[in-house]
């Protein structure tokens, strides 16, 4: 679920990145390879079994309607121990957000995201980080993340 923009201070060795805009994709300097696909249409990614070793999904989480799934078929698409990384803050497009994200605390939402990784039964307890100091002024960023069993 990517955009334009893909958050890494180092660029991965190679990064294959996943979006609905196919334009935003080709904008994305950091992208090897662009997949044009919607999880909330088809939850199936377009990728072989084992194929990829870590998965982020930034800022993007609180949009998916179908979240158990995708995380299902994200943890088939991951080698053994593949870590899948979901990153956010407060800031969402009120209009695309599942209506659980609306109404909820930042907390609330971490421990959302840490459900969809105990409901697909396929990760191991996730790991819940605030990762801006509490004297941040911006946004406050979260990450949720597991590895995959």
Same mark, same amino acid.
């Given at each position: 679920?990517?955009?334009?923009?893909?958050?890494?201070r180092t660029p991965p060795r190679k990064l294959l990145v996943l979006g609905m805009n196919a334009a935003e994709l080709e904008a994305n300097p950091m992208?090897?390879?662009?997949?044009?696909?919607?999880?909330?249409?088809?939850?199936?990614?377009?990728?072989?079994?084992?194929?990829?070793?870590?998965?982020?999904?930034?800022?993007?989480?609180?949009?998916?309607?179908?979240?158990?799934?995708?995380? /299902?078929? @994200? &943890?088939?698409?991951? =080698?053994?121990?593949?870590? !899948?990384?979901?990153?956010?803050?407060? #800031?969402?497009? %009120?209009?695309?957000?599942?209506?659980?994200?609306?109404?909820?605390?930042?907390?609330?939402?971490? /421990?959302? @995201? &840490?459900?969809?990784? =105990?409901?697909?039964?396929? !990760?191991?307890?996730?790991?819940?980080? #605030?990762?801006? %100091?509490?004297?941040?002024?911006?946004?406050?960023?979260?990450?949720?993340?597991?590895?995959?069993?």
């Amino acid at each position: 679920m990517s955009s334009w923009v893909s958050h890494f201070r180092t660029p991965p060795r190679k990064l294959l990145v996943l979006g609905m805009n196919a334009a935003e994709l080709e904008a994305n300097p950091m992208a090897a390879e662009r997949i044009v696909h919607d999880l909330n249409a088809d939850p199936r990614i377009p990728l072989t079994d084992q194929s990829v070793d870590d998965v982020v999904c930034c800022a993007s989480v609180d949009y998916l309607t179908r979240p158990v799934e995708v995380f /299902r078929d @994200v &943890a088939r698409i991951l =080698r053994p121990n593949g870590r !899948f990384v979901c990153t956010f803050s407060n #800031r969402i497009f %009120p209009t695309k957000a599942i209506r659980g994200w609306l109404y909820t605390t930042d907390e609330d939402r971490c /421990r959302i @995201v &840490a459900e969809y990784f =105990r409901q697909s039964r396929v !990760f191991a307890p996730a790991t819940v980080s #605030r990762r801006t %100091p509490a004297d941040h002024r911006g946004d406050p960023l979260f990450a949720v993340w597991a590895s995959r069993l």
